[in-house]
T-cell receptor, first 116, second 111 residues
C-alpha cells in the first residue's frame, strides 16, 4: 500500500536561511509525488510535482524538490526562506491505476515557521 | 476561472445532529474528490466521483456518511448523525486532466 511520511511536525528556520521539509514515501511501482501548501484560512495549493525525468523539480514561489529513488525521499527545499513561506506543507503520492482514480495519499503535514 | 468552492467554511453542530457540506468543482471537471483531515493527522481520501457516479468510496468511514453528485456538477456530503470523531476539515478537489485543485475546506466541529 502507498504511504507517505513527514517525520517533522514542525520546522523552524530564520528568514534568509535555506529550508528543507522532509518527505519519504512507500509505493508499488513508479511514484507520482506532490507537494501542497496550506496558508492560514486557505485551501490546499499545488506547489510542484514529480512524475518522471529530472530528479530536481522546480515549483511555485521559488520552491524545489529533489526526488531520490534510492532513499525513497522527496524533500522540499528553498534556498532562502521568507516569512511569508510560513504555512502547513503536505507531501502526497498519487495512487496509480485507473481503478484508483488518481486519488492522493498524504502525509500528516509539516508546519513551517520562518522567523525574521 | 473560478476555483473549487466549498460551503460552509465552518460548521459547529452538536453530536447527533445532521450536517451537509457542499462542494462546487471547477466547471467542466468530471472528477471530484472528498478528503478529510482530522486534527493533526494526515489528509485522508474519502471518495471519488466521475461525473455523477461513485468511482471509489473506499475511504468513507461508515454509513453515517452519504455523498451525492446529482447531475454531475456540485456534490454534497451529509453526515447523519454526527459524532465527535467526525470533527475535522473536509476538503473537496476536482480534476480534469492531471492536477487536483482543492477548495478551501469546511471545518466541522462536533460538540
Amino acid at each position: 500500500a502507498q504511504s507517505v511520511a513527514q517525520p517533522e511536525d514542525q520546522v523552524n528556520v530564520a528568514e534568509g536561511n535555506p529550508l528543507t521539509v522532509k518527505c519519504t514515501y512507500s509505493v508499488s511501482g513508479n511514484p507520482y509525488l506532490f507537494w501542497y501548501v496550506q496558508y492560514p484560512n486557505r485551501g490546499l495549493q499545488f506547489l510542484l510535482k514529480y512524475i518522471t525525468g529530472d530528479n530536481l523539480v522546480k515549483g511555485s514561489y521559488g520552491f524545489e524538490a529533489e526526488f531520490n529513488k534510492s532513499q525513497t525521499s522527496f524533500h522540499l527545499k528553498k534556498p532562502s526562506a521568507l516569512v511569508s513561506d510560513s504555512a502547513l506543507y503536505f507531501c502526497a503520492v498519487r495512487v496509480v491505476g485507473l481503478e484508483y482514480g488518481n486519488k492522493l495519499v498524504f502525509g500528516a503535514g509539516t508546519i513551517l515557521r520562518v522567523k525574521s | 476561472e473560478a476555483g473549487v468552492t466549498q460551503f460552509p467554511s465552518h460548521s459547529v453542530i452538536e453530536k447527533g445532529q445532521t450536517v451537509t457540506l457542499r462542494c462546487d468543482p471547477i466547471s467542466g471537471h468530471d472528477n471530484l474528490y472528498w478528503y478529510r483531515r482530522v486534527m493533526g493527522k494526515e489528509i485522508k481520501f474519502l471518495l471519488h466521483f466521475v461525473k455523477e457516479s461513485k468511482q471509489d468510496e473506499s475511504g468513507m468511514p461508515n454509513n453515517r456518511f452519504l455523498a451525492e453528485r446529482t447531475g454531475g456538477t456540485y456534490s454534497t456530503l451529509k453526515v447523519q448523525p454526527a459524532e465527535l470523531e467526525d470533527s475535522g476539515v473536509y476538503f473537496c478537489a476536482s480534476r480534469k486532466g492531471g492536477e487536483q485543485y482543492f477548495g478551501p475546506g469546511t471545518r466541522l466541529t462536533v460538540t
